[in-house]
């Protein structure tokens, strides 16, 4: 059984840094792609960043240089660095797994002041 917890989330003010922790357990973790996914109430869940299994990774345009996506699979964990944090940064991060995505987990909330 596939289970994804997120960890890391906070209040922060904007400028500010965090850093997302997702722990994975179930088989094949090191297979396959890994990533994080975002959403507002009312909005539609948006892709962040992903990581394959083969080391290729996708940034959404809106987080280019701000965010790094690592993984360290003997860990089965997966990492969201976020960087100067905006306001519009704020929203329920998801981590998932596979690709397409068939595991999700509950989410850790990070909220951005101005």
């Known amino acids: 059984q596939v289970q994804l917890v997120e960890s890391g989330g906070d209040s922060v003010q904007a400028g500010e840094s965090l850093k997302l922790s997702c722990s994975a357990s179930?088989?094949?973790?090191?297979?396959?792609?890994m990533g994080w996914y975002r959403q507002v109430p009312g909005k539609e869940r948006e892709l962040v960043a992903s990581?394959?299994?083969?080391?290729?990774?996708y940034y959404a345009e809106f987080v280019k240089g701000r965010f790094t996506i690592s993984r360290a699979n003997a860990k089965n964990m997966l990492y969201l660095q976020m960087s100067n944090l905006e306001p519009e940064d704020t929203a329920m991060y998801y981590c998932?797994?596979?690709?397409?995505?068939?595991?999700w987990g509950q989410g850790t909330q990070v909220t951005v002041s101005s």
């Open positions: 998932f797994r596979g690709d397409p995505p068939h595991s």
């Open positions: 990581r394959s299994n083969m080391g290729r990774v």
């Open positions: 179930g088989p094949l973790f090191s297979i396959e792609t």
